[in-house]
């Protein structure tokens, strides 16, 4: 492995400022999903750890909420300015473990740091409120206070982003912190604290277990009484065994789950920036991502050209090794992915749909799937109803406005949906009805630091990032001041 910085390169877990082994001294291989080959080993923590992880966190909290909010807002400037210093690392670690285009790893590193710059600066406004008081000498005063000890467990598909979006306002609130990453790519969230530590963060306030027993750490994370919020980004099914075990001590919970995004194309789209949506939300991170276009509904009158100009530009889609210049579609992050995307474009297929393109392994082998365009598909295929995780483009014809909001919406997901029309007055109905905490309109590209990210139905709880992302790390205390 050739890292500029080397200090980056972190093989042991981060309790309380120490980089630690696993008290069994057991360690787990992680893999490079494009030549299966061993990048390094990790601990494998369970529960001696994660209650040893807690306790670190919550003393460390002590002095850490008690900093004035401008000294946080500087030590996680620091820590953004450093993770922008070593982009080109982080983006390498990136591709080793989790597979996606250095070009797109890249991309990931700004995108990720830009939740730190904006917390950074989010920290310094963290107001309260003076409210008219119910008597003469009576005044109520509202502040802001830190929740406490906030655990995060991650996923894999943004193995920086999903990390820096929790970590960032957790701290700028005043909160310390325990995150599990995923299982395949502990690597760079391990070089992500090692920054936070060179940033200055208190040793104690951010610490990073790995674990290939997730459910283990989890179950510690959700039930442990000094964790008063978790933070969880990963399926939905995950997402309800999580809420279930906070349940009995009443843990402040933020979910960002699954989605089965719709994306819409209307007979009165331009029909070129519907096909670059189309790539953009689609097969970007080889559509490993939550709010990738999961279904994708053509009007019935540009059906057949959409799908035309859709095949011509996933045909020019290179797959390959990440770190291969030109190549736009990475391996999948396992053979069990790869498995689902085979299930579902086989299921597809027996119940009628036509292959226009892909449909099958890639000739590299391996993890690697051929980007595929699949036509007629219909509410009755599995690809129709569940998160397909894949480079498969499932395309479904419509007639009126009112069957695809139906069709949209017919389904317990509601993370994300986008559509394409040049109908003002459409743009407004359509955002209006869709049933998505998040809604792309002429564009493919909804995800910033800005906004707030989240879903309803069972893609989640709470948001993430804008103004309204520190909330989930706060608890509102009201002060009644009598006497005056
Ligand atoms: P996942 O299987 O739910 O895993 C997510 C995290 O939870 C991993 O760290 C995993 O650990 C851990 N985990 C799994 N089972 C657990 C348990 N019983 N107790 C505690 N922790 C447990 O999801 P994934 O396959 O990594 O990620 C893909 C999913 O994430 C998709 O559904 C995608 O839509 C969703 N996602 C949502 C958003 C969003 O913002 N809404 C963003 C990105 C991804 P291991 O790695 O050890 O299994």
Redesign the pocket.
């Known amino acids: 492995m050739v890292l500029a910085n080397k200090s980056l390169f972190k093989d042991r877990a981060l309790i309380g400022g120490e980089w630690v082994s696993a008290v069994s001294g057991v360690d787990y291989d992680i893999l490079n999903p494009a030549t299966g080959e061993r990048i390094a080993s990790v601990p494998d923590m369970g529960k001696v750890e994660a209650e040893l992880a807690i306790k670190n966190a919550k003393d460390a909290g002590k002095e850490w909420k008690r900093k004035t909010a401008k000294q946080r807002a500087n030590i996680i400037r620091r820590w953004y300015d450093l993770i922008v210093e070593n982009k080109e690392d982080l983006a390498y670690l990136i591709t080793l473990e989790q597979g996606k285009p250095l070009a797109e790893s890249r991309a990931e590193v700004d995108y990720g740091a830009a939740y730190v710059e904006w917390f950074a600066e989010e920290a310094k406004r963290i107001n309260g409120d003076v409210i008219p008081g119910p008597a003469e000498d009576r005044r109520v005063v509202v502040v802001k206070q830190p929740i406490g000890v906030v655990a995060a ?6 193995p920086v982003a ?1 990390i820096t979006r929790k970590v960032a306002p957790a701290l700028a609130a005043g909160c310390t912190i325990v995150v ?5 790519t502990p690597l760079v969230a391990l070089a992500v604290a090692e920054l936070a530590l060179q940033a200055g963060i208190t040793p104690g306030v951010f610490n990073v277990i790995t ?5 283990e ?3 510690v ?2 039930t442990h009484r000094d964790v008063r919020k978790v933070s ?8 309800r ?2 809420l279930r ?1 906070s349940a009995d001590t009443i843990k402040k919970v933020s979910l ?4 089965n995004a719709p994306f819409i194309v209307f007979d009165d789209a331009d029909i070129d920036a519907a096909v670059s949506g189309a790539i953009a939300c689609k097969f970007r991170n080889g559509g ?4 990738s276009a999961n279904r994708i509904f053509v009007q019935t009158g540009i059906y057949d050209t959409f799908a035309e100009k859709l095949c011509a530009e996933v045909e020019k889609l290179k797959v390959g090794s990440g770190c291969t210049p030109g190549v736009l579609i990475g391996p999948m ?1 396992n053979e069990k992915a790869v498995g689902k995307v085979q299930e579902h474009v086989s299921d597809a297929r027996k119940k009628g749909a036509r292959i226009l393109l892909g449909g099958e392994r890639h000739p590299l082998g391996g993890n690697f799937y051929a980007p595929t365009v699949i036509a007629d598909v219909t509410a009755s295929m599995v690809i129709n109803e569940e ?1 397909t ?1 894949g480079p498969v483009a499932p395309l479904i014809r419509f007639e009126s406005e009112a069957e695809v909001l139906e069709r949209a919406n017919d389904t317990e997901y509601g ?1 994300a949906s986008y559509f394409f029309t040049r109908d003002h007055s459409k743009a407004w109905r359509v955002a209006e009805a869709l049933e998505t905490g998040m809604v792309g309109i002429n564009t493919g590209l909804i995800s910033n630091e800005m906004a707030p ?3 309803i139905k069972q ?2 709880l709470g948001r ?1 990032g804008s103004l309204y992302g520190i909330e989930d790390y706060l608890e509102i205390k009201y002060m009644c001041v009598g006497g005056i």
């Open positions: 467990i991650t996923p894999w598909n943004f999903m599990k990453p995923a299982e395949d674990a290939a027993r997730g459910h750490v989890g179950e994370l959700t969880f980004t990963g399926s939905t099914q995950v997402g065994i999580l075990q960002e789950l699954g989605g490993q991502a939550c709010i992050i998160e995780f993370l990210f989240g879903g893609s989640g993430e």
